[in-house]
């Protein structure tokens, strides 16, 4: 299974970084390539929440979501392509590091590269939109 693994810090605090990252509605200001999110499975399935793509409205892509905000940690888990994101959060003395692992099935190998990317970018918008709240 490709996985990888991407961080990236911040100076603001833990606080405002779990305020973008655990609302899935809130999703689409900060993670790449989204347009918008929406309550609930838009397939009937058992998501939490449905992801849209920017230039495919015409493709629901229904996700889970479990938080632990305790464990500073959220787990995204695609319903449709079974790719797993799970996001991490470790307070530092001047900020936050944030932090994710990417797992991919085998069968999605192909998108390894631009999840990478995709990632990579989410990472310093969260990062940005965190910094900016402060």
Known sequence: MPEFDDETTTTA??????????????????????????????????????LWLDGYPDFPIPQRVATDSREHRIVVSCTVSDLVFQWRLEPLASGTRIAVHVAIPEREAARLATQREIVTSSLRRLAELAEAAQ
């Open 13 to 50: 605090p833990p606080i405002q970084v779990w305020k973008l990252l655990y609302d899935p509605m809130r999703f689409p200001t900060w993670w790449a390539g989204l347009a918008d999110a929406t309550p609930g499975d838009a397939r009937g399935g058992s998501g939490d929440v449905t």
